[in-house]
């Protein structure tokens, strides 16, 4: 049975992958001619295993110290998926950049997979700049972080209490908490609130008495008729050939399926309390004018100590800042880090 629900997935993702949308440059899965790609390991303090992808730029002197910058995923996904194309755009202008796995995704360490750890994955980010640090080739006082989708509230939440990381940037943030708390523009009632977080640790204990592990379906596997516009948003990239990326040994839990029973867990993670403290380091929040999350970086903006910087990209939505590169501001991104990590 399990082998003909597999075979029945893979054929829906083959008829959904033909009806992608890749408009506007879409490119996920760029390859970039230009820089070094490879496999590196480190550790964060809680001793676990992180994973990340190094990009050097090509015919660099060897004795250069370069800048550097981490790069984070969407919440839910791997560095295959988005993480990847930001890091070599910006090696491409003279960056070395890590686009990591935050643990219990993607390849780095953490069981069960895909729980939800927002404490964890913040330290991720500063084991990441830990591991940048002793690179020969880069200059450990010009190391910036860039945080997509969710990783925008965890690389807020690490630059706080890091101020190695010197210039910090986010796109199409979530809020990882506030969405867990309160739902879009604030949408959810107290009363459903609590009845998640009842549900969660439910399914907490059910899973300790060994009963299989729940998910949130962050993004749905198959569209219907009455699949909201924001699902079909994150559908058309995590679940087409435009960015559905299973890793390896993963096949039945797809990205973006966090476990039911951690959910909780963000209902206590206040990113944004205290975000005035990174000043002076600089800030930069990227987000389209049609994005759904947009309120976020709006929010973080308005609290955020100077000097910060709201950059709202015409025709954009939420997605389309995850590969969509002409509509990415990658030149922005980049004067932003030339001009912070000098």
């Known amino acids: 049975m399990k082998r003909f629900t597999f075979a029945l997935g893979l054929l829906l993702s083959t008829f959904a992958a033909s009806a992608a949308d890749m408009s506007r440059g879409a490119d996920n899965f760029y390859e970039s001619d230009k820089v070094t790609r490879q496999k590196v390991t480190f550790k964060n303090q809680y001793q676990m ?27 839910g996904a791997v560095k295959e998926q988005s993480s990847n194309l930001y890091a070599q755009k910006l090696a491409e202008q003279g960056f070395v950049t890590l686009a990591i796995d935050l643990s219990f995704w993607g390849e780095s360490e953490g069981k069960p997979g895909h ?49 190695r990381m010197k210039a910090i940037a986010t796109v199409s943030m979530y809020d990882m908490g506030a969405a867990a708390r309160n739902g879009l523009n604030h949408s959810f009632t107290l009363e459903q609130r609590k009845a998640l977080i009842k549900s969660a640790a439910a399914q907490r204990l059910a899973e300790f008495r060994g009963g299989e592990i729940a998910y949130i379906p962050g993004t749905v596997n198959k569209l219907e008729a009455d699949t909201p ?77 100077q000097p910060k910087e709201l950059y709202i990209v015409p025709g954009a939505g939420h997605v389309d800042l995850y590969d969509r590169t002409d509509l990415i501001p990658f030149a922005k991104l980049t004067s932003f880090f030339e001009g912070n990590l000098k």
Not at 122 to 145: E, H, K, M, Q
């Open 49 to 75: 295993n992180v994973v990340g992808n190094l990009f050097v730029p090509k015919g660099v002197d060897d004795s250069a110290r370069l800048p550097a910058i981490v790069v984070g995923h969407p919440m």
């Open 115 to 163: 729980l939800i750890a927002p404490e964890i994955y913040t330290d991720d980010f500063s084991a990441a700049v830990d591991y940048l640090s002793t690179r020969p080739n880069v200059d450990p006082d010009r190391i910036g972080a860039l945080g997509i989708c969710g990783s925008g509230s965890f690389v807020i939440s690490a630059a706080k209490i890091d101020p």
């Open 229 to 305: 516009t924001i699902q079909r948003e994150f559908f058309d990239f995590y679940r087409t050939a435009r960015g559905g990326f299973t890793p390896a040994g993963q096949e039945e839990a797809l990205t973006t399926k966090p476990m039911m029973s951690s959910i909780g867990k963000f209902m206590n993670f206040y990113p944004f309390n205290d975000i005035e403290t990174i000043s002076p380091r600089p800030m930069l929040f990227i987000t389209g004018d049609q994005a759904h999350s947009k309120e976020f970086s709006e929010d973080a903006y308005k609290r955020a100590g």
